[in-house]
């Protein structure tokens, strides 16, 4: 793990780069962010969290980081005690924006586990027009175990869009969080789509049909393989982080709109 500070006292803001190390796109804007950002008010946390997985240009090495908290510093796993040296460096920060790319295409969202004050900055201030709320999945993931957090999935892994996109977003994740004043933050309204269920993956080649967050009608076949034939039997569905090839065990998440996000201090 990489941790550079910058600043004193509070907010304590961090951003979190490089968990999954065939995602380069977090990791280039860490390090864009060490270069040349100067802390107007507060501390910066910049952080990148396997290096070993980046140096070797894949997901993991031993159990995927974002799967592992709240961790062990005892385990053998590498990426199980690296979930809780993490967890140390970053319990009790302000805010905390974890950065991610994925396989599945645009436009780029966010996800959160808990919708507190600080969430709704994150998420109201970063010009995303979608937030995926997660409290119903996993328990290990990183958002669900700092409740201040919140993951970007900035564009398409490997693209210089995402490292561009994700770089003018954590930029006014800074700026909405006060600890960077080079412009005045702009807060918008956020659609939230609900994650509901994970939809496995069966074997043999796959295929998906539906983009993310485009609604599938009742009767359609949102994705099938050798194993599964998914069709939905009710309406409302949207599919998040759909992708073919992006992960092993699952075609995405069947989520639905529930409703917006507004911004800090609006009535
Ligand atoms: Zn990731």
Redesign the pocket.
Known sequence: MKLVERGSGRPRVAVVGG??G??PA?EAIVERLIDRLEVDDGTVQLVVANEPALEAGV?YTEADL?RQFPGDVDADAYETALAARLLAVLDGADAIL?????HSVPPPFAIYSRLTESVRRTVTGMPIEYVVDAGELRGTTMDSTLPQSV?L?AGRQGSEEAVAFGLEATEAFLRAHGVLADEEPTFTETTIVKGHEEVPKGGGEPHVYYRNFEEIPEGAVFAKDDVYTHRLDRDGVVPVLASEEGYEDIFGIYGAVHGTIDPPGSV
């Open positions: 968990i999954h065939d995602e977090g997901r974002n974890a950065l991610h790319t994925s993951s999935e």
